[in-house]
């Protein structure tokens, strides 16, 4: 079983759930699980975020198996963010699962040194 799949399963554990409790929760084939943990076939992208979303953990936590923190990242609040967090929170759970999704892949497909250089701009 992947690692990954082994967090789950704790997850699952700590929240006394069933898998197929989930699998149902989510909109999952109750065999989902099984077939997973046998090695035929993984979660998708997409239900790897649905587990980050349903127990309130990072995807790189699923992932990695650790909280990661990206020391790029700028704390600011300006009336420009604070709509776009209103924004996304008027989306339903599957389209902020989408937009986060979309926004991870933009940030890992940045360079390093242009989200340094984007972080320099913002606090200079």
Request: glycine share 6%.
């Amino acid at each position: 079983m992947s690692d990954l799949l082994e967090r789950v399963y704790r997850l699952m554990n700590k929240h006394d759930i069933k898998p197929t409790q989930l699998a149902k929760q989510l909109g999952m084939s109750t065999s989902t699980f099984t077939d997973w943990s046998k090695g035929k076939g993984s979660p998708s992208l997409k239900a790897v975020m649905q587990f980050a979303e349903y127990f309130d953990v990072s995807l790189d936590y699923l992932v990695y198996g650790k909280e990661h923190q990206n020391q790029n990242i700028v704390e600011i609040s300006n009336p420009e963010d604070d709509a776009l967090l209103e924004s996304f929170h008027r989306l339903s759970p599957e389209l902020r699962l989408k937009a986060t999704g979309y926004i991870e892949g933009m940030l890992a497909a940045m360079p390093s040194s242009a989200s340094t250089e984007d972080a320099a701009k913002l606090s200079g």
